[in-house]
């Protein structure tokens, strides 16, 4: 099956992109396609352009730029076709009903990729990658996914998984030819291998949360009673305008949200309505719409009023997040100080003058400490969460097969469990996966990757 999709984003720009792939992709190209030369897409050698018009049944839509791709050398490994075109929404589309028209599919999300796959260009873990790339949002983040997409995670898997081939081989080779003059499988070697397969295991695991927050960002949750500088931290946080600022109480009703870049860290931040006892409906929806958003934040910054003592109000915001991840942003520090700075001796605490955005430059060495990050400490690699329960799972069977085989249990059993080990690791990096897992995977992809 052949089949196409426009792999530019739908906005007005410079250039759109169609792509089609599948054996019948360079003759659907000579049914749209007019160089000036009179030569035709099926006749051009692969990694090559040519310039013309994008005329289906002479009716000219556009000129542009087509490119030859030539299987098995393609990103997907069939035959592939890219037209880049005017960027414009309705020309593009125009063009690709016209693709459709002469007998191509509309590709799924992630058909290509999926396709460079299930050909053998790409292992399910740096097709994974791909899309990691396209979502990237600090160099942490794409440093790992050009990492994975290198085949990192792979090759770890591959590592651990020969280990494991090494155990199953003595212990086949004994097992299987008791009457041959082969030296005894040893326990000791046995349990050191599958030890440093564990620890491999542990190692890759480890990295997951970490990996998770610069990937996802952090979801970080303004708090305070009203009138302490909650929209006014936010605007200077962001450094523009997007929270309303008043010196009446409660201007904030509902919750406001902003991605705040950190170096390799995001968090996304919102302003949540001031923590009181509400006076009316709608003030009550949004105080309970900040105790939610303070409930699910990874991080709080719970805000006071450096000019003001302590109140009750105040005690029930630290009640709101004492599990949290916090940090203390004592804001008015350019008035005279009442607050009692001693209450939070043992907590990250930030001064700020949130109307002039003084102080607030601290917040990315605090954001990394509340996290407990090293600024500049990224993992390598980051698993995503297929790819980490992959590993919990041959974690579980590589742990009960050393513990058997310290315990003097039968072979066959660590041999079982050893096998099971190998399994997990190989349904990692899509040597044995079943279809379902990799509709899956492909499914989080946009369409036209």
Not at 28 to 46: H, L, N, R, T
Not at 109 to 136: C, H, W, Y
Not at 278 to 302: C, D, N, T, W
Request: hydrophobic fraction near 40%; include cysteine.
């Amino acid at each position: 099956m052949t089949v196409a999709a426009i792999s530019t984003p739908a906005a007005v720009g410079g250039i759109a992109m169609i792509r089609i792939s599948g054996e019948s992709a360079l003759k659907i190209a000579d049914e749209i396609f007019v160089s000036p030369s009179g030569k035709k897409p099926s006749q051009m050698a692969g990694y090559t352009c040519a310039y013309g018009e994008i005329a289906p049944g002479g009716n000219r839509l556009d000129d542009g730029i087509l490119t030859v791709f030539r299987s098995p050398k393609s990103y997907t490994g069939e035959d592939v076709v890219e037209i880049s075109c005017h960027g414009g929404i309705y020309v593009s589309r125009k063009i690709l009903r016209e693709i459709l028209r002469l007998g191509a599919e509309p590709a799924g999300p992630g058909e290509f990729t999926k396709r460079a796959f299930l050909n053998g260009k790409l292992s399910l873990t740096q097709a994974e990658a791909v899309m990691d790339i396209v979502s990237a949002e600090g160099d942490a983040a794409l440093s790992s996914a050009n990492l994975m997409r290198e085949g990192a995670i792979y090759k770890k898997a591959r590592e651990i998984s020969k280990k494991l081939v090494e155990v199953l081989s003595s212990l086949a080779a004994w097992t299987d030819y008791p009457d041959e003059d082969l030296p005894e499988a040893e326990p000791e070697k046995i349990t050191g291998k599958l030890a440093e397969c564990r620890e491999a295991l542990k190692k890759l695991i480890s990295g997951y949360d970490e990996g998770l927050i610069f990937k996802e960002g952090v979801p970080c949750a303004i708090v305070g009673r009203p009138n302490v500088g909650k929209s006014t931290l936010m605007n200077a946080l962001l450094g523009y305008e997007r929270s309303i600022v008043t010196d009446e109480a409660g201007t904030t009703r509902d919750v406001i949200e902003e991605r705040l870049r950190l170096g390799d860290l995001i968090l996304k931040l919102s302003d949540t309505a001031g923590l009181r006892e509400a006076k009316s409906e709608a003030e009550r929806q949004g105080v309970r719409l900040s105790e939610k958003s303070a409930e699910r934040a990874s991080l709080v910054l719970a805000v006071f009023d450096g000019s003001r003592e302590l109140s009750p109000e105040d005690m029930e915001v630290l009640k709101i997040c004492e599990n949290k991840r916090r940090i203390i942003v004592i804001n008015k520090v350019d008035l005279p100080q009442k607050i009692d700075k001693e209450y939070f001796k043992d907590e990250i605490i930030l001064e700020v003058e949130a109307k002039t955005g003084r102080g607030v430059e601290k917040i990315k060495a605090a954001a990394y400490e509340a996290l407990g990050l090293e600024q500049g400490g990224a993992p390598e690699v980051y698993a995503n969460e297929r790819q980490k329960l992959c590993c919990e799972r041959a974690l579980k069977f590589v742990s009960e097969a050393e513990e058997a085989a310290l315990r003097g249990e039968t072979l066959d059993a660590v041999t079982v469990l050893a096998d099971e080990a190998a399994g997990a690791l190989l349904e990692l990096s899509g040597e044995r996966v079943t279809e379902a897992v990799v509709e899956d995977v492909f499914s989080r992809f946009c369409v036209g990757k």
